[in-house]
């Protein structure tokens, strides 16, 4: 079985600075894919980021970018030139290539931009 | 519309009674899920369709539990003989086709008082 995990519940950043939110995975697969989502006041859930485990090029979409070490089941995000619109909760999350689509999301860290 | 359509955006029932959640995915795409989010915490997995049949439904956590689409389009989660422990944001996404961006729907905030 897949497990996301996220071990920073909370975090903060000052304005315009950069913050990096850790996620960890434990597969056993060879081929899947790995998302940041980013899930404001809300509730609707907004894709940020997607990386595909073949590529070994790390995902990088304006301001987001990842940190993929697949051998250390790694994938962190970085944030930077923290905006206060970037305050929400970010979730991890792992799909397996080819199956049904299901994400296996982490527990979340909440994100507190500051003025 | 434009994008996944949840209704209703919250709902309060009293225990023991049954409540139906209703998802409209974004036109034309296959697939559908359902997640649950306790308050604090991450999505859970509840079930997937393609097209109208529910290949997963290994997340569904009782036989209170179920869901149906129609078609591609509207799907129904009913939480029969609801329970205070059901008390979540159920969360509805669609997606084009398998391996593809899942794009969510607002939820629907349940509370079981």
């Known amino acids: 079985a897949q497990t996301v995990t996220q071990s920073q519940p909370e975090m903060s950043v000052q304005e315009a600075e950069t913050v990096t939110l850790s996620c960890t995975y434990d597969?056993?697969?060879?081929?899947?894919?790995l998302f940041w989502y980013k899930q404001p006041p809300s509730r609707q859930m907004i894709l940020v980021i997607r990386?595909?485990?073949?590529?070994?090029q790390n995902a990088t979409e304006n301001r987001f970018s990842v940190n993929f070490q697949k051998a250390a089941k790694s994938f962190s995000l970085k944030i930077s030139d923290s905006q206060l619109g970037d305050t929400a909760m970010y979730f991890c999350?792992?799909?397996?290539?080819?199956?049904?689509?299901?994400?296996?999301f982490g527990q979340g860290t909440t994100l507190q931009v500051k003025p | 519309g434009a994008g996944v359509s949840q209704s209703p955006s919250n709902k309060v029932t009293e225990k023991g009674k049954d409540v139906e959640l209703r998802c409209d995915p974004i036109?034309?795409?296959?697939?559908l899920y359902w997640y649950r989010q306790r308050l604090g915490q991450g999505l859970e997995f509840l079930i997937y369709?393609?097209?109208?049949?529910?290949?997963?439904k290994s997340g569904l956590p009782s036989d209170r539990f179920s869901a149906e689409r129609t078609g591609e389009s509207v799907s129904t989660l009913t939480i029969q003989r609801t329970q205070q422990e059901d008390s979540a944001v159920y969360l509805c996404a669609s997606s084009p086709q398998l391996n593809t961006e899942a794009f969510f729907g607002q939820g629907t905030r349940l509370t079981v008082v």
């Open positions: 597969t056993s697969e060879s081929n899947y894919y």
């Open positions: 369709f393609q097209g109208n049949s529910a290949p997963d």
């Open positions: 036109s034309g795409h296959t697939a």
């Open positions: 990386q595909e485990a073949y590529k070994q």
């Open positions: 999350a792992f799909m397996l290539s080819g199956n049904t689509g299901k994400l296996i």
